[in-house]
């Protein structure tokens, strides 16, 4: 058997440059892990949702740092909402009235802060549990998050 001083420097080498790519991609995996992916159709799950039942479907085009969300209400109205996941603000139109939000990554969630022109704020939080199929999303008033005003707990369609 031999010593690491007696295989050649070239091989050292290697293996060092394999053995750090193994921990680079690693790294990436588990990084992009805290990052889930939220594409999809969404339908409500009313049974598991408390508070204002709408929207009933949404889309969500989620693509790197960019999110677009087509909600669909129960009176067949929708909107479309455009967000940036690394902390850009975006300026949305929302049923007549304009709005910018401001997206973050919080441990694995989306949390997007809005604010209407008359200094209204309001923090969403969506979540994903089950494998990536069911989609949680809460709604605060109060910045510290204590009581959420709704929940709605969205199913993955097909």
């Known amino acids: ?3 690491i001083t007696q295989i050649p420097t070239f091989t050292r080498r290697r293996v060092a440059l394999v053995a750090a790519l193994a ?7 588990i990084a992009q892990s805290d990052k889930p992916d939220f594409s999809g159709k969404w339908e409500l799950d009313k049974e598991r949702s408390e508070g204002p039942a709408d929207p009933v479907e949404e889309i969500i085009e989620h ?7 087509t909600a669909t209400s ?6 479309a909402v455009r967000l940036s996941t690394d902390g850009e603000e975006n300026l949305n139109i929302v049923r007549g009235r304009e709005m910018t939000a401001r997206t973050t990554w919080e441990s694995g969630k989306l949390v997007t802060v809005v604010r209407d022109a008359q200094g209204m704020q309001f923090i969403e939080v969506r979540s994903l549990s089950e494998g990536g199929k069911v989609q949680t999303t809460e709604g ?10 709704f929940k709605r707990v969205a199913v993955k369609g097909e």
């Open 1 to 3: 058997m031999r010593t």
């Open 23 to 29: 921990a680079a991609t690693a790294l990436v995996a």
């Open 63 to 69: 693509d790197g740092s960019k999110l677009v969300v």
């Open 74 to 79: 129960a009176d067949g109205r929708q909107f």
């Open 140 to 149: 605060f008033i109060d910045p510290a998050r204590t009581r959420a005003m």
